[in-house]
């Protein structure tokens, strides 16, 4: 699935780049260099971590090459081919992530995107809720239960864009005298069809997610709301500043007051996991050196540290956080962790600043509030399936987070 994303990805790329028109083009490098330069900082360090450096390679090398009795030119990753794997990986959705913003640069065009987000998202939602409803056999496996994570966190990133899909129908029904050859009765089944996706999201997420991960959609949805009540009502950027405030100091609130923040890594402290897990979590975490141990090298250290009588297949952490702690260092997850923090003000900024199409930045400051939030509850946004529709969202906020009226 992997090298079929990558593929896809590549030929999309190609052919917006022999189609997008100069002035397309001008403006998407506009801002495609900045968060190009962000993006390279992870996969350069991915690079570095396969790269031969005893200065800096894994202790396991050393009891590696002792056992062996033949010298190794260790490296920081425990596991070398995983570590390619997951920077093709990461370099693939960072790809479909500025194919959207390019795709996204025309307005039309940005709303085939939100469109086609809508759906996939809906679908995911429409089989959650069947299989609850239904009672449809569940696996019982670390795969499945993985699969499922991944699907609420979708669905959850559903809520925020089937929501900005309704305010753009209500924008465009609200100015439709300006646009002649806009119906309404399009306008209104365009509407009855987001409305009907985000009840559908909304359902799923009730009936399938647990709480953690509801009180992140709610964040994030709380977010989408203020904006969109702040522009209705000319509040101005002030009022804006307030409510993330105290949104920020409520979140703080509650996270001191978690039972296991003293015990446990920050990273673990809200898993969903059962303990068995978050206690292995846990434990690497407390081997693990700055630099960590590779990325995509999860899988390959879990059996150190699993007890003799467990006979449970790992391939992800507990939370999206620790395995990136894990495998990454500490230090490059709060870079991350940074990095959309910085996100989340600048699309907020730009919504409140849009004359119109605010609710693309909106979206994509939403999704992520969410993402954050649920990346430290678990790992459903290293999947394919969530990872790409946050990238892509992401593309698409901020494509239309400034418009190409605007002189550069």
Known sequence: MHGVLAGVAAVGIAIVSRTMRPVETQFFLSFAKRAAAFAAIPALW???QVLPLPFLAHPIWTS???GIGHPIA???SIDIGASVIALGFY???VAVAFWSAAVAVDRQRAEWVLFALLIATALIGLTMAATAVFRLPQFDTTAASFYRTQAIDCVAMGVMIAAAAVVRTLERYETRRASPSRSVSDLLWTYA???AALTICIAALIMSAPVSSLVATTYGAIALLSIALIRRLGLGSWTALAIAVFAIAVAGLVAASEPGLRNKNITLTFAESPA???ELGQRILDDTPLNGTGAGTFAAIAPIYRDIDDRTSLSTAPTAAASTAIELGRPMLWFIVATIVFLIFFLLRASLRRGRDSFYPT???????TLLFVSFTNPGVLGSAAAMIAAATLGLA???SKSRSVQQ
């Open 46 to 48: 991915m690079l570095i």
């Open 64 to 66: 590696a090459q002792t």
């Open 74 to 76: 260790g490296s920081i």
């Open 91 to 93: 370099l693939s959705i």
């Open 193 to 195: 069809a987001c409305a």
């Open 276 to 278: 068995p897990l978050t």
């Open 363 to 369: 979206a994509g400051a939403s999704c992520l509030i």
């Open 398 to 400: 901020i494509a239309q």
